[in-house]
């Protein structure tokens, strides 16, 4: 199982960009989809959620210009990013709670990361 992000790139504040992230292999259901971010220089955090019921959450910094949405016969999860700021800089990551087929447990999985730069 793994997850595939893509995306990302260079964009001048107040652009957009839509980053995508989609699940493949042994894939029995997914749970919470998740995108983090690292800044340079900062730890990672959490940007946006999605729980398989369909509720989500978001950091503080990003409400009202972020949207996370999934699209559950893909496997993949979407981070709409709007108004973006030179602030939002950083390598983005998506992360999946993700049963597989034949297994009993849930894994925790990640991305590879996605580079987003906005510029000033």
């Known amino acids: 199982v793994q997850l595939q992000a893509s995306g990302g790139g260079l964009v001048q504040a107040g652009g957009s960009l839509r980053l995508s992230c989609a699940a493949s292999?042994?894939?029995?259901?997914?749970?919470?989809m998740t995108w983090y971010r690292q800044p340079p220089g900062k730890p990672r955090e959490l940007v946006a959620g999605?729980?398989?019921?369909?509720?989500?959450n978001y950091a503080d910094s990003v409400k009202g210009r972020f949207t996370i949405s999934r699209d559950n016969a893909k496997n993949t999860v979407y981070l709409q990013m709007n108004s973006l700021k030179p602030e939002d800089t950083a390598v983005y990551y998506c992360?999946?709670?993700?049963?597989?087929?034949?297994?009993?447990?849930?894994?925790?999985?990640w991305g590879q990361g996605t580079q987003v730069t906005v510029s000033s």
């Open positions: 992360n999946a709670k993700i049963r597989r087929l034949g297994y009993g447990g849930v894994f925790d999985v």
């Open positions: 292999g042994s894939i029995a259901s997914i749970n919470a």
């Open positions: 999605s729980a398989s019921g369909g509720s989500t």
